[in-house]
């Protein structure tokens, strides 16, 4: 009887150490496949957004970048003009930098009938000014043809550093004058819809020329 009952006891201490290791083994073989699935559908996930974002680079939001700082000029303690440089970024499509004529009436504002196809908008926290006045200088090598193309550089200054009749300068477009401690908006909107947007904080004390952080 003793015997029988050792084997008994040691036959059921077999069977439940396979029935461990058998569940054990299924969990990590579920585990692996759960794993891999996770794994395979972030990968797909992750190259669709780049096939969405390198097919067609006119299309993306990044076809157009900052090619140096923001200047603004200044006049007793007001911004007139803010200065940048743009150019596309590689595998970029031109971008047509016609620029628009100055309105009439100096408003700081593009003129109503003007062909510019690039819109640069201005934004702070008291208001927002659609369709700036701005002109462009060709830089380096670039041709003499308003396309912005590869390895071309374009200053483009939005209003006037003077309030002659060249459009204007930004204090005619600004309900509000953009002076000291101010954070402000810049967005630059192409003939494809893409979207470069520079934001700038002026400081404490507005000099003449001011390389804005």
Do not use: C
Not at 93 to 101: G, K, L, M
Not at 119 to 130: A, G, K, L
């Amino acid at each position: 009887m003793r015997r029988l009952a050792r084997w008994s006891v040691n036959k059921q201490w077999g069977i439940t150490g396979l029935e461990t290791a058998i569940v054990l083994i299924a969990f990590v073989v579920i585990t692996g496949i759960f794993t891999y699935s996770a794994l395979s559908a972030g990968l797909f996930s992750t190259q669709k957004s780049q096939a969405a974002l390198y097919s067609s680079p006119g299309e993306t939001l990044i076809s157009l970048e900052l090619s140096g700082g923001v200047i603004a000029t200044a006049n007793d303690g007001t911004i007139q003009q803010i200065s940048f440089v743009v150019a596309t970024v590689p595998g970029g499509e031109p971008i047509d930098f016609t620029a628009p004529a100055g309105n009439a009436t100096n408003n700081g504002l593009a003129a109503g009938n003007s062909t510019n196809l690039v819109i640069i908008n201005y934004h702070d926290e008291d208001q927002t000014v659609y369709d700036l006045y701005w002109t462009v200088e060709k830089l380096g090598n670039a041709d003499d043809d308003d396309l912005l193309e590869t390895d071309e550089r374009f200053k483009i200054s939005v209003g006037s550093d003077t309030a002659g009749s060249d459009g204007g300068n930004l204090i005619n477009a600004l309900a509000n004058d953009l002076t000291a401690d101010k954070t402000f908006t810049l967005e630059v909107l192409t003939p494809a819809g893409t979207l470069l947007v520079i934001e700038r904080t002026t400081p404490a004390y507005i000099d003449t020329e001011m390389n804005l952080r």
